[in-house]
Nanobody, 121 residues
């Protein structure tokens, strides 16, 4: 069982930056592909970014390409999401997710509780 805990959310002005962190328990973090998702009020949860076990494969949603950067530090059991040039439409609860595979894919097996990101205009 893997437990995921997000941190780093908050309130930021449009154009600002935030860095989210996802701390994972267990010694298998380095074997898992990881991802970030978000859910805005009244909307379905959507994919944001994903990263393979080594960081060699990375995927982004079109809406965040060029603004967000996903990364991981397997020695620290932590994944990050650097968010720059934030827009009000980025406002959402951001979730960390892990899958029991080394490779990026569509399904995820573990989820964090989420951290709120609010971007004011």
């Amino acid at each position: 069982q893997v437990q995921l805990v997000e941190s780093g959310g908050g309130l930021v002005q449009s154009g600002g930056s935030l860095r989210l962190s996802c701390a994972a328990s267990g010694r298998t973090f380095g074997s898992y592909a990881m991802g970030w998702f978000r859910q805005a009020p009244g909307k379905e949860r959507e994919f944001v970014a994903a990263i393979s076990w080594s960081g060699g494969t990375i995927r982004y949603a079109d809406s965040v390409k060029g603004r967000f950067t996903i990364s991981r530090d397997n020695a620290k059991n932590t994944m990050y999401l650097q968010m720059n040039s934030l827009k009000p439409e980025d406002t959402a609860v951001y979730y960390c997710a892990g899958r029991t595979s080394k490779w990026v894919g569509d399904s995820f097996d573990y989820w964090g509780q989420g951290t709120q990101v609010t971007v004011s205009s």
